[in-house]
C-alpha cells in the first residue's frame, strides 16, 4: 500500500497570503496525484488532478506540481473561503490511498 | 447537472448489517467507475471499495473485505453497499463518488452516517 504523508498538519495563514502544501508518496505515483478541498459538514471536492490540472470551475489560484514522489499544493492568495482542509490522494495503485490532512486556517 | 444521494445510513448494533444506497442522475452511469469512500469523526478519508462500469471488477479495502459487498444497478442507475458484521471502527460517514476512468474522483455525494454503537 502506498502511503502519503501530508505536511504540515496545519498551516496558520492570513488572509491574502500564499499558502504552500506538501505532499509526498512512499513510492513513485508519477502524476496520477489528486488534491481535495472539504470544508466542515461538506464533502470533498476535486480541486487539482494529474498532480497539476485544475479541476472544472476551480479558481486560478490553486495549483498544483510535482511528479513521482513529491507533490504540492499553492494557494497564490488566501481567500476567507479557502479556510478548509486539503487531502492529498494517489491513483496510480490500488487501494486508492489519501493523505492525513492538511488544515489551513486563519492566523 | 450531475447529483449523487447517498441513503441507507443509521444506527446499528456491532455485528448487524445495514445497505447504504447512492442514487445518481446527470450522467450516464454505467459509463462510470465507482466508488465508496468513508470518513470516521474527526478523521481523514479512507477509500472503501470500487467497482466498474459493468460490475465486473470489484476492489475492497483490506479493513473490509469478507464483510462488506459492493454492486451497482446500472438500468436503476444506482450504487450499492452491503455491510455485515459492523464493528463500532466502521463508524463513518460515508460518501460515494465518481471515477473518471482510472483517475480522480471528480463527483462525490453529500454523504450518510454510519453509527455501530450498543
Known amino acids: 500500500e502506498i502511503v502519503m504523508t501530508q505536511s504540515p498538519a496545519t498551516l496558520s495563514v492570513s488572509p491574502g497570503e500564499r499558502a504552500t502544501l506538501s505532499c509526498r508518496a512512499s513510492?513513485?505515483?508519477?502524476?496520477?496525484l489528486a488534491w481535495y478541498q472539504q470544508k466542515p459538514g461538506q464533502a470533498p471536492r476535486l480541486l487539482i488532478y494529474g498532480a497539476s490540472t485544475r479541476a472544472t470551475d476551480i479558481s486560478a489560484r490553486f495549483s498544483g506540481s510535482g511528479s513521482g514522489t513529491e507533490f504540492t499544493l499553492t494557494i497564490s492568495s488566501l481567500q476567507s473561503e479557502d479556510f478548509a482542509v486539503y487531502y492529498c490522494q494517489q491513483y496510480n495503485n490500488w487501494p486508492r490511498t489519501f493523505g492525513q490532512g492538511t488544515e489551513v486556517e486563519i492566523k | 447537472e450531475v447529483q449523487l444521494v447517498e441513503s441507507g445510513g443509521g444506527l446499528v448494533q456491532p455485528g448487524g448489517s445495514l445497505r447504504l444506497s447512492c442514487a445518481v442522475s446527470g450522467f450516464t452511469f454505467s459509463n462510470y467507475e465507482m466508488n465508496w469512500v468513508r470518513q470516521a469523526p474527526g478523521k481523514g478519508l479512507e477509500w472503501v471499495s470500487y467497482i466498474s462500469g459493468s460490475g465486473s471488477i470489484i476492489y475492497y479495502a483490506d479493513s473490509v473485505k469478507g464483510r462488506f459487498t459492493i454492486s451497482r444497478d446500472n438500468a436503476g442507475n444506482s450504487l450499492y453497499l452491503e455491510m455485515n458484521s459492523l464493528k463500532p471502527d466502521d463508524t463513518a460517514v460515508y460518501y460515494c463518488a465518481r471515477e473518471a476512468v482510472a483517475d480522480r474522483f471528480d463527483y462525490w455525494g453529500q454523504g450518510t452516517l454510519v453509527t455501530v454503537s450498543s
Open positions: 513510492q513513485s505515483v508519477s502524476n496520477n
